[in-house]
Structures are given as structure tokens and as C-alpha cells.
């Protein structure tokens, strides 16, 4: 099953993710997470990003298309993969397109999650309030990031709409009304 899954910041994706991979026994590819471990960890990456984090702003295509091309050729993805949080620019889906062309593989959907803004911006908040540590939780920064989404990362959804993989779910409600209706859409077996 090789799935990406799509939204603004706050939409739940990470929380989701958690259920979706369990489910299909595929790895999670969150490229935020594997920018915050790299710079927690002080590598050569993490100095060269900490900044753009920080801000809110997008980490060059270049350095992201690197990153998961590495991940996803490790042997855990053979059986699928969740991306989550990229792509996230037209570039980027440009690059996965011909990455999984070129190994002869398929996506099977692309997992939109609709939230109205008012709820992100709020949603986001109380996770900073409740220490979920993120340096990039604040009002400025969560506004900048949904405005980095509409600008950025909204025309990724509509291409993988022209193409037809798109399924957009409802991201109100309890997280496992929202995972039931994710799965609802999603094949039952996974094609591996
Ligand atoms: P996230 O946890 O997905 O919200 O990502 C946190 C931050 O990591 C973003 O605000 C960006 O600075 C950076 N980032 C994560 N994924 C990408 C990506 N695909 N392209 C560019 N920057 C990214």
C-alpha cells in the first residue's frame, strides 16, 4: 500500500498517519519528523535546516527530494510506505511521479484532510500549550506555515486530483471517526 497523506498544519496528519500504518504494516515517512531529528541531532542537515524550520518556511526541494529518493529505497518500503508532509511543492510531486515510475511502482491514493482554518490555527495552539515542544507552534509561525500550504502545497492536491487519486475526507470529529472514514475509502488489502 503506498499512500501519501495531505493537509494543512493541524489537520491531524501525524495522528492519523499512526493509525493508517498500523493498519497496513508500512512504514511512515514524515519528512517533519525526519528534519526535527536531524536537527535535534546536530547532523550537517539538521544545521542547514534549523533556521527554515523555524520560520516556517519550506526546506529546498532539492534536500527533500534526496531525503525520501534514500528512504524509500530502504528495504521496509517494499511493502508501502505513508508519506506524510511530502510532497508538499509542485516540484516535489514532479520528482516522486518519475522516482516511482522509474521502480515501476504506484501509488494507491492520496489522503486529503479538510479542515476549516479557524480550527488549524486553534488546533495548533493548545498543542503548543500542551507541550508538545515544537519550536514552529506559535500564532506567527502557524499562520505563515498555512499560508506556505495554500501557496505551495494546494496546487500538489490538484494534481494528484487531475490524476485521480485523491480522496478527501472530513477531518472533524473524534480521530477515530476520522481513521474510520480514511479507511473506508482505502483499498482493504494491502497490493505491497
Ligand atoms: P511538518 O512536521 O510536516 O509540519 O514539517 C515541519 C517543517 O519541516 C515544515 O514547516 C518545513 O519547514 C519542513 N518540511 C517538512 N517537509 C517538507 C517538505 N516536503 N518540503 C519542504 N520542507 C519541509
Not at 87 to 113: E, I
Not at 171 to 186: E, N
Request: proline residues 4%; charged residues 25%.
Amino acid at each position: 500500500m503506498r499512500l501519501i497523506i495531505v493537509g494543512p498544519p493541524g489537520a491531524g496528519k501525524g495522528t492519523q498517519a499512526e493509525f493508517i500504518i498500523k493498519h497496513f504494516g508500512i512504514p511512515h515517512i514524515a519528512t517533519g519528523n525526519m528534519l526535527r531529528d536531524a536537527v535535534a541531532s546536530g547532523t550537517e542537515l539538521g544545521k542547514k535546516v534549523k533556521a527554515v524550520l523555524d520560520r516556517g518556511d519550506l526546506v529546498s526541494d532539492d534536500i527533500l527530494i534526496a531525503l525520501v529518493d534514500e528512504r524509500l529505497q530502504q528495504a521496509d518500503c517494499k511493502r508501502g510506505f505513508l508519506l506524510d508532509g511530502f510532497p508538499r511543492t509542485l516540484p516535489q510531486a514532479q520528482a516522486l511521479q518519475k522516482l516511482l515510475t522509474g521502480r515501476n511502482l504506484q501509488l494507491d491514493g492520496v489522503v486529503q484532510l479538510v479542515v476549516p482554518d479557524e480550527v488549524l490555527i486553534q488546533r495548533i495552539l493548545s498543542r503548543s500549550q500542551q507541550g508538545a515542544g515544537r519550536s514552529d507552534d506559535t500564532r506567527e509561525v502557524a499562520e505563515k506555515r498555512l499560508k506556505v500550504f495554500r501557496d505551495l502545497t494546494a496546487p500538489v492536491i490538484e494534481f494528484y486530483r487531475s490524476l485521480g487519486a485523491v480522496k478527501e475526507i472530513d477531518g472533524l470529529g473524534s480521530v477515530a471517526d476520522v481513521t474510520q472514514r480514511i479507511l473506508s475509502v482505502l483499498p482493504r488489502a494491502a497490493v505491497g
